[in-house]
């Protein structure tokens, strides 16, 4: 790849995105294992490969919606989108994230983990085929990947997952997802172009 190829995928890695990936941490944070080595390196790793595997997700989605992103006026000038990163090379990159992601996973955390990271890029992978225009279950579908960067952290580490931890972070993860809906209908309102047909499933006093 070019410079300019490689700065555009490292754009469409989105690692400014990676800081969602810390709920890969709380099982560590609340079984008070911060200090526990044995505990700190599973979990650091774990974060490492959610990261890899969101990449491959947004390289992946920017590849499902690139039609509809060239007609959104921020969205339009995402490197896929705008034709600065091709789109063979974007799939490339997000297959070869993934693999190494679940090789990885599968070597270094066992096949617990690799089975829950698999899960969370199969369950994506359903997200942009289709489910991202089913009103509510879309939100859901993103909710449930929190949980699951939450349930890997618990298996990355050999603790269990308690019922306080899946409610908090389910309904942590469900307020985000409908906080982000609210905000795109408030963009609509000021003129945005309506380039998400899930929009038009909601409403702004439905989500309030």
């Known amino acids: ?24 941490l709380a ?4 079984s008070l294992r911060l200090t526990d080595p044995d505990a700190l390196l ?21 590849l499902a919606d690139r039609e509809a992103d060239r007609m959104h006026p921020r ?7 705008s034709g600065e990163l091709p789109p063979r090379i974007a799939g490339a990159l997000a297959a070869v994230l993934a693999a190494g992601a679940m090789a990885a996973a599968w070597w ?5 983990f690799a089975g829950i ?26 909710a449930s990947g929190f949980l699951l960067r939450a349930w890997g952290g618990a298996v990355a580490i050999s603790v269990g ?3 306080w931890l899946i409610l908090c972070t389910g309904l942590i993860a469900l307020f985000l997802g409908f906080v982000k809906r609210r905000q795109e209908l408030a963009g609509l309102a000021a003129g945005e172009t309506a380039q998400r047909p899930i929009l038009a499933e909601y409403s702004v006093a439905f989500l309030d």
């Open 1 to 24: 790849m070019t410079q300019g190829t490689t700065a555009a995928a490292l754009v469409s890695m989105r690692p400014q995105h990676w800081i969602k990936n810390v709920f890969v």
């Open 27 to 30: 099982p560590l944070v609340f």
């Open 42 to 62: 599973p979990a650091l790793a774990a974060f490492a490969l959610f990261c890899l595997a969101s990449s491959a997700v947004y390289l992946t989605n920017d």
């Open 75 to 81: 969205k339009r000038n995402r490197p896929v989108a």
């Open 108 to 112: 270094y955390l066992g096949t617990g």
């Open 117 to 142: 990271l698999g899960g969370y890029l199969a369950l994506n992978l359903v997200y942009s085929l289709g489910i991202k225009n089913v009103v509510i279950l879309d939100v859901m579908l993103v």
């Open 161 to 163: 997952m308690s019922n």
